[in-house]
């Protein structure tokens, strides 16, 4: 089975559980503990939120400001525009921020979502059919 697992530092836990989980994220209850908690996306998608102190222990490194600098981009593409509407205005409200207008390419929308500790995320869709058009036809 092949799997990823994002960890990200985070400044409040607590905050940061909710905000995933207004996304569509579920918590994971065998990875989660009092250092760490575990939120999942598919079955081969799982981040580890970690406080800041406990990612850097773990780490071994410093962690940058993430509100300041982007060290990485993370992508979740979803079935249509309507839900990537959706899961940026859930994030919003859950206190993240877009730190870019949408982006409508035709073939693609994107909006960018920032979390609360500045970790951004592409939502997007893609629509296959139009994008192949794109590409072979250009």
Avoid at 29 to 56: A, G, H, N
Avoid at 119 to 138: A, C, E, G, M, P
Wanted: contains cysteine; aromatic residues 12%.
């Amino acid at each position: 089975m092949k799997q990823i697992f994002l960890n990200l530092p985070v400044e409040n836990i607590e905050r940061s559980m909710n905000f995933y989980t207004q996304l569509g994220f579920t918590i994971n209850p065998l990875f989660t503990d009092d250092d760490q908690k575990c939120m999942v996306w598919s079955d081969e998608i799982y981040i580890m939120l970690m406080p800041r102190e406990v990612f850097t222990k773990y780490s071994g490194k410093s962690i940058p400001d993430s509100k300041n600098y982007e060290a990485a981009n993370f992508t979740l593409p979803v079935e249509s525009p309507d839900r990537v509407n959706e899961m940026v205005e859930s994030g919003l409200k859950a206190g993240g921020t877009e730190p870019v207008p949408m982006k409508d390419h035709g073939f693609m929308q994107l909006r960018k979502l920032a979390d609360p500790d500045g970790h951004t995320w592409d939502i997007i869709y893609l629509d296959l059919d139009k994008f192949r058009k794109v590409k072979y036809n250009s």
